[in-house]
């Protein structure tokens, strides 16, 4: 998780084709993701890693969901639908699914403001995937998934 951490410090701009490279490769993976959402989907979600300085928007909309990063202090780019903060850790968790959402936000780990009818939609969304972004990534980068954290040449 350090590599992550630190990656996330980074400017946005140089942040932002990690985040292309993630997205399409869990797009990949799990096509057609976000059209369980039924009519949450196109929603934007904040997405606030508490030990990091940027703020992650996702577009949950089919095939063209997009990931924006930016730091915290800016605008969103987009009205979010909700807003879910956690540290980095926990929000991964929550991704990959090995993580239970509802203890978390009951424990206060994870704070979510906003529509919850929405947020369920995307957990929902989430679950069915299962999402192993290791995986995910690896079969989007081929040989290059050398270079990823956790992978041995």
């Avoid at 992550?4 to 980074?10: E, G, I, T, V």
């Avoid at 196109?42 to 300085?53: H, K, L, S, T, V």
């Avoid at 996702?58 to 956690?86: C, D, E, I, N, W």
């Avoid at 991964?92 to 704070?111: Q, V």
Wanted: glycine share 8%; aromatic share 6%.
């Amino acid at each position: 998780m350090s590599r992550l951490h630190s990656l996330l410090h980074l400017p946005p701009p140089l942040l932002q084709p990690f985040c292309n490279i993630a997205l399409e490769a869990v797009r990949r993976a799990h096509p057609g993701m976000f059209s369980r959402m039924g009519r949450h989907e196109g929603a934007w979600f904040e997405i606030r890693p508490q030990d990091a300085p940027v703020a992650f928007y996702l577009h949950a909309s089919g095939f063209s969901a997009r990931l924006v990063v930016q730091p915290v202090a800016k605008a969103p780019p987009f009205p979010p639908a909700a807003t879910m903060t956690a540290p980095l850790a926990i929000l991964m968790a929550l991704l990959s699914g090995s993580a239970d959402g509802d203890a978390l936000f009951f424990g206060r780990d994870l704070h979510i403001t906003g529509n919850m009818e929405a947020v369920l939609a995307l957990r929902n969304a989430l679950d069915a995937a299962t999402i192993n972004l290791h995986e995910d990534l690896t079969g989007l980068l081929g040989p290059l998934s050398i270079l990823l954290p956790g992978t041995c040449p």
